[in-house]
């Protein structure tokens, strides 16, 4: 007697925002999205959608945009090197360039970069259209470790370098850090390796500032296991599938 396998049923696929399904298939941002829906430019099975919170089934509905089918792009994962004074944002009200000027000319889906690093900082900036990848690395439960090569203004001494890596408290938000290490000095500055396995704003410069010094430049040179390496000032690359997980190294659990 032949066997058939049986019948699975269905899962049930939790409903989003067409805004966010749009952002979530790799297609544009969520903001973007919500522009081309009110603008009449997205179809929903066929009909035109005017809301951008319209809540559908992303692996059911058949989505188009200006007339073409909208499907899942491949995953991407990218290591940038951020150059100093880019932005961290697909569009700055200020009119300054960003982190998607590195990018230009290059075939890719849309990207979101996984975190930030602010306008004076340099160094190693993920970007992927793989949403639960980069919650992931951003989950504060995580732990990730990112670890940041700081130049400062002055050459420590003991006593600094144990409130650097005592952390901080700046008006009334605790600031930790995992470690800080002086890696070489000059005459009259320093170079301080400083990890950290959160991501509060502008963590770094405030850990040094309430220390008493100043920092003169931050680059992250890792996240996780993943390292910047030898990637060249505003260079991106794919990472490969084994690298993939490397963030994800100094994860919790």
């Not at 009449?40 to 058949?62: F, K, N, S, T, Y």
């Not at 290059?106 to 306008?119: S, T």
């Not at 000095?185 to 320093?190: P, S, V, Y």
Request: charged share 30%.
């Amino acid at each position: 007697m032949t066997r058939f396998p049986k019948r699975s049923t269905p899962t049930a696929t939790a409903a989003v925002s067409l805004a966010r399904a749009l952002s979530k298939l790799g297609y544009c941002s969520r903001t973007q999205a919500e522009k081309l829906v009110r603008d009449g430019r997205v179809e929903v099975d066929g009909r035109i959608a005017r809301h951008p919170e319209l809540r559908i089934d992303p692996q059911r509905a058949r989505l188009r945009v200006d007339g073409r089918a909208v499907a899942a792009a491949r995953r991407i994962y990218l290591a940038l090197n951020k150059p100093r004074g880019l932005v961290t944002t697909a569009n700055d009200p200020e009119g300054r360039q960003t982190v998607y000027t590195c990018l230009e000319g290059l075939d890719l889906p849309h990207l979101a970069p996984v975190g930030r690093l602010d306008m004076a900082s340099e160094g190693l900036l993920l970007m992927s259209n793989d949403t639960r990848w980069a919650q992931r690395i951003l989950d504060p439960a995580a732990g990730v470790e990112k670890t940041y090569h700081v130049q400062i203004d002055r050459v420590p001494d003991a006593d600094l370098m144990a409130r650097l890596g005592q952390g901080a408290v700046d008006e009334g938000e605790v600031l930790t850090i995992r470690s800080a290490t002086l890696l070489r000095h000059g005459e009259r500055n320093a170079w301080v390796e400083m990890v950290i396995d959160e991501g509060r704003n502008r963590q770094i410069r405030r850990i040094v500032e309430a220390a008493g010094a100043e920092v003169l430049r931050l680059v992250r040179v890792r996240i996780g296991g993943l390292d910047l390496g030898e990637l060249a000032k505003g260079a991106v690359r794919e990472l490969r599938p084994d690298e993939v997980a490397l963030p994800l190294a100094s994860a919790r659990g």
